[in-house]
């Protein structure tokens, strides 16, 4: 089994093509979305479901892994990829092994409204996110969005230090920051 450092994944930029929906079977990963709207949704349905239940289609591939906090503790997940490029991943917590608590989305071709996706800037989604800063810890950067609290974007700060340390105000954002990942919880 692989170990995955929190700090580790959260510095992950990787490209893949995947989309999701909910069949009559359960959790399993189809090729396509039939929308926009389908991925937050398709996405969202894997949340509290065991992972170990995750049907793939034969052109994606899964991975189990073990994820490590600073603090040597360590918890189950699955690593979802195609052609060796990480798409996204899945992982439970140290409290619950079994059910998926988070989904972190590193492909910036899997798109959710208006094409919000990895890579996707400030600028063009801001009315897209919450407007609250809320706080994380030194060296991450993150937004809610605006219509659900489970969904986190996490940004690129690696050119912009002032955001690892500080709150800024929403309206100086900086414009070009960009997306990493996209977090549902």
């Known amino acids: 089994m692989?170990?995955?450092s929190i700090n580790f994944w959260m510095a992950c930029l990787l490209i893949g093509l995947v989309g999701c929906n909910n069949p009559q079977s359960g959790n399993t990963i189809e090729k396509e979305p039939t929308d926009q709207v389908s991925y937050v949704n398709a996405f969202k349905q894997f949340?509290?479901?065991p992972f170990s239940t995750l049907d793939i289609p034969s052109n994606l591939q899964k991975k189990?892994?073990?994820f490590e906090a600073e603090d040597g503790t360590t918890w189950p997940g699955l690593i979802i990829?195609?052609?060796e490029q990480v798409l996204f991943w899945v992982e439970t917590s140290w409290i619950d092994t079994i059910n998926i608590r988070t989904l972190t989305i590193v492909s910036p071709q899997i798109t959710f409204r208006d094409s919000i996706h990895v890579n996707s800037k400030f600028a063009d989604i801001k009315?897209?996110?919450?407007d609250k800063i809320p706080s994380a810890p030194d060296g991450y950067f993150y937004l809610k969005d605006k219509l659900d609290n489970r969904i986190y974007y996490y940004f690129d700060i690696e050119g912009f230090p002032e955001l690892?340390?500080?709150q800024p105000q929403f309206?100086?954002?900086?414009?070009?920051?960009?997306i990493k990942s996209i977090v549902l919880y």
């Not at 009315?127 to 919450?130: E, H, R």
């Open 171 to 178: 309206d100086s954002i900086p414009a070009d920051l960009v």
């Open 64 to 66: 189990d892994t073990t």
């Open 81 to 83: 990829f195609q052609n």
């Open 127 to 130: 009315s897209y996110l919450c």
């Open 2 to 4: 692989n170990y995955i």
């Open 47 to 49: 949340l509290g479901k």
């Open 164 to 166: 690892s340390y500080r």
